[in-house]
Structures are given as C-alpha cells and as structure tokens.
C-alpha cells in the first residue's frame, strides 16, 4: 500500500511568494492532517479534514496559510505571501476514520526554506 | 489545556547502553498515547500506539511504559544500537486527534 505522499520534497522561496505543498493521503483513510515542525515549536496543527470538510484551520496560521481538499485523495496547502519565519519541515498525515487513537501516518514532509 | 513536557531533549549512549525517555503529560483524561521515531530526512514512524488501559506495553527491544499516577509515559530502549538514532516524539490524547499534544522530541545518538 501506497503511504502518504508529499511533494515537494524541498523548496526555496523568496518573501513575498506564494507556494503550494501537496500531499496524498493513504488510499481510505478519511482524516488528513497538516503539521508545521519546527526544532523550536516542534508540531503544530495547520489544519485538520475530515471527509474532506476542514473541521479545524489552526488558529494562528489563518492569516497566509490555507489548506484544501478538494477529493479525497489530494490536498494543498498554499501559503501566500511567505516569510521567512515560515521557513519550517511541513508535514501532511493521514489515518481512518473514527474517534482518537487512530494511528497517524506521516508522510516524509516538505522542507521550505524561505529567503 | 494538556501539556506535555518531553525530556532529555537530547540523549547520546553508547551500543548496547539502555536510554529512557520520558513525557510527563498534565490532562488526567488522557486515554492514549503514541511514540514515533523520526530519522533524518523521514516522517514520522508510529513505533507504538498504548491506551490507558495497560501500563506495559513491549516492543521489539524496547518497552514503553504507562504511569497513570504519576501522569507519565516512558520509552525504554534497551540495548540500543546505531540504528536506533532517531529523534523520538512522544503524543498524547484526548479525544479525537486532532487534539494530539506533542512532545518537543528527544534526539538519540547511539554510538558504535
């Protein structure tokens, strides 16, 4: 079975740019999960999809993050304009369906550097 | 709301040395837990998922541990070897995932 699949691997780019990061979940799976990691932070929810419908926006990342799911086996997120605090690994997970305790599935993450 | 504070942040044994690591959570609530293992330039990797109800849990050379009195989770590896560095992030719940709480993550280097 396909994992979860996130691409770009990497990516540079300037302030100011706008870039989308993708991720396809594990065929099945209902609930999708974006993760901002950091050494500082560590993980932070982006956001949260259920049966494709966002149930959570994460808050604090609502200003220039927003993430989309359009059917159920890709999502993006986009980030617009970027800085360079957002320089981060994000990481994309997904997992059935059902209450807490279901294991998440992470795929390997996107690494942006922002200059 | 739930914290979760994870120590040491980073941990260097020698081959075949045991490491522990250990998250100590606040919501008395929480009712399961996971440890993930991250190697370089990987995603995470569920190593093992426990819910409250047992306090042992045995892995494949390692053990995780469940204090509910004291509100803490440890990993035990022993023996460990080189292929055992990794950072290591433990996760505790409360309802539904999304409302994971996530350790800082333990950096292990395990020297030949």
């Known amino acids: 079975d396909a994992g979860v699949t996130q691409t770009p691997r990497h990516e540079v780019a300037e302030k100011g740019q706008t870039i989308i990061l993708k991720c396809e979940p594990v065929s099945g799976h209902n609930d999708l999960f974006w993760y901002r990691q950091t050494k500082i932070q560590g993980l932070e929810l982006l956001s949260y999809?259920?049966?494709?419908?966002?149930?959570?926006d994460g808050g604090a990342f609502k200003d220039r993050f927003k993430a989309e799911m359009l059917n159920s086996s890709f999502s993006t997120l986009k980030i617009q304009p970027t800085e360079p605090k957002d320089s981060a690994v994000y990481l994309c997970?997904?997992?059935?369906?059902?209450?807490?305790?279901?294991?998440?599935?992470f795929g390997e993450g996107s690494r942006l550097i922002v200059v | 709301g739930e914290q979760v504070e994870q120590r040491p942040p980073h941990l260097s044994v020698r081959e075949g040395d045991s490491a522990v690591i250990i998250c100590t959570y606040t919501d008395p609530n929480s009712y399961y837990f996971f440890w993930y293992k991250q190697e370089p330039g990987a995603g995470l990797q569920l190593l093992m998922k426990?819910?409250?109800s047992t306090e042992i849990n045995e892995g494949q050379g390692f053990t995780v541990l469940l204090n509910k009195k004291d509100k803490q989770l440890s990993l035990n590896l022993t023996a460990a070897h080189p292929g055992d560095s990794a950072v290591y992030f433990c996760?505790?719940?409360?309802?539904?995932?999304?409302?994971?709480?996530w350790g800082l993550g333990t950096s292990l280097v395990v020297n030949p």
């Open positions: 996760a505790v719940g409360v309802g539904d995932n999304s409302k994971l709480i």
């Open positions: 426990v819910f409250s």
């Open positions: 997970a997904s997992s059935l369906e059902g209450q807490g305790g279901n294991t998440l599935y």
């Open positions: 999809f259920r049966s494709k419908s966002l149930m959570e």
